[in-house]
Each structure stands twice: as C-alpha cells, then as structure tokens.
C-alpha cells in the first residue's frame, strides 16, 4: 500500500570512501563506508556528526564532519538527526 509522506531531510554527502550500506535507525542513519585504496584517505561527510561504532553498532569515537580512514579499512558511522554545528 503507497504512503504519502512528507518530504524531510537532506541529502547525505560521503567523499573519501566508497559506501557499502546506508541504513535508517531510528531518526538517524548507520552509513558503512570503506577505502578501497592502497593509501589513508580522510572521510568527509560534511555538516553531519556521530559516532564511528564497531561491528555491534558499540560507540568507539565521535566525530564531526570528516575522520581519517587507513588504507583498506571499514568504518561504520551512527549519524546524528541533528546537523553538526556550523563554523
């Protein structure tokens, strides 16, 4: 059965990374991101917060906007519904 919902949210930028998995929890996202390159990249997800969690969605670090990434690594972000404060 179709639902009308109301149109709300913003667009969701990742560079650095390539993204594996973009999942809904309850107002925020779990987004998987890996780099496949031979090199350390900075993840760049710009105007958002969270926290990088391990495999059983457990906080590790926080971050804000970006972390770095090593060469061949996985890293799942919890996002925060609340942007991340400008400036």
């Known amino acids: 059965v179709p639902v009308d919902l109301p149109a709300t ?3 969701l930028e990742v ?3 390539v993204v594996s998995s973009v999942v ?3 107002d925020g996202l779990v987004v998987r991101v890996f780099n496949p390159a ?3 990249t900075v ?3 710009p105007g958002r917060r969270g926290w990088l969690v391990d495999l059983r969605g457990r906080p ?3 971050f804000e906007g970006s972390f770095p990434l ?3 690594g996985i890293a799942t972000m919890a996002l925060s519904p609340e942007p991340a404060p400008s400036g």
Request: overall charge positive; aromatic content about 0%; glycine content about 28%.
């Open 9 to 11: 949210g913003s667009g």
């Open 38 to 40: 031979g090199t350390a």
């Open 43 to 45: 993840v760049r997800v």
């Open 70 to 72: 090593r060469a061949g």
């Open 60 to 62: 590790v670090e926080a």
């Open 15 to 17: 560079t650095g990374a």
């Open 24 to 26: 809904r929890q309850g």
